[in-house]
């Protein structure tokens, strides 16, 4: 048990951080963005250049990861969704957009670094094996101790920064927001850029782990939109409790049950199915939106 229970606080922290980024999106811009997860592979092909092109160290790959896709988020959201959603009058050009770009960076990701399986060496060596009831190597550790502190520091930033208290005021009520005087143009691309940043640094942490290749995005916008839909559309604290909740479930169905990937993820869905047949906003979201 004691296993199950790290391996998922392992998966769940790096989750978190990925259901993070798109439920920022989502709530400031009501825009359910498809490409988070090719953003995601972008961010591990970012680190993987850096490190082990460059010979630079693994952190300043992961900054650069940040940095890259920080920039890529704010410029999709500046020349992108912000024209569409100013000039379309239905939610769907926006999801035809999102839909539309994680098939360019898709083609982007395959002509420049090719669909081969990348990664990096190690940041850290060595296993842990405590009395035979957690055995975990000690980069696994060390990356689910970084993504929890980022998952910390975003919800601290929001909290307590002037920008994070602007974007929570825009998720709440945009119109309201505006009146009082918050450039909700401005917010939005600091939020769009932020959760496309997180999904790289995400990328990054985990080339190190699973290594990364151009086949990875698809699944991983899935995990994502499963995330929020377990925690509620929207809502920064149901977006961490989602990833940690999908994280036990897959570590429950790969260790104790010793099934295989897909046939977890099959009883997955089905019972997310079953859930959302019951309680459609999520455990944190409200009836009403």
Not at 55 to 74: E, Y
Request: no cysteine; aromatic share 10%; charged share 10%.
């Amino acid at each position: 048990m004691e296993q199950v229970i790290a391996n998922g606080l392992y998966l769940g922290a790096q989750y978190a951080l990925i259901a993070l980024g798109l439920t920022l999106i989502f709530s400031l811009m009501n825009v359910l963005n498809f490409a988070h997860g090719q953003m995601y592979v972008l961010g591990g092909f970012v680190t993987y250049t850096v490190v082990a092109q460059f010979g630079l160290p693994f952190i300043v790959g992961l900054l650069a990861s940040g940095l890259v896709l920080g920039a890529v988020g704010a410029m999709v959201e500046r020349f992108l969704f912000r024209p569409v959603i100013r000039k379309s009058q239905r939610e769907e050009s926006t999801m035809l957009l999102a839909a539309g770009i994680a098939f360019f960076l898709d083609a982007v990701i395959l002509l420049v670094f090719g669909e081969k399986q990348r990664g990096v060496p190690k940041i850290v060596d060595g296993v842990l094996n405590w009395d035979f009831l957690i055995v975990m190597p000690y980069d696994r550790i060390a990356i689910g101790l970084l993504a929890i502190a980022m998952v910390a520091a975003f919800i601290l930033f929001m909290q307590y920064s002037k920008t994070g208290r602007a974007m929570r005021a825009l998720a709440q009520d945009k119109v309201a927001a505006r009146l009082m005087g918050v450039d909700v143009e401005h917010y939005s691309m600091i939020g769009f850029a932020m959760g496309a940043m997180l999904a790289g640094v995400v990328g990054g942490l985990l080339v190190t782990i699973t290594g990364i290749n151009l086949g990875m995005g698809g699944p991983t916008s899935i995990k994502a939109f499963m995330m929020i839909m377990i925690g509620g559309a929207g809502v920064i604290s149901g977006a961490i409790m989602g990833g940690f909740i999908l994280g036990m479930l897959e570590s429950v169905g790969l260790t104790v049950l010793a099934a295989s990937g897909d046939i977890t993820y099959l009883a997955i869905f089905a019972s997310l199915m079953v859930f959302l047949a019951i309680r459609p906003q999520g455990l944190m979201g409200k009836p009403w939106g």
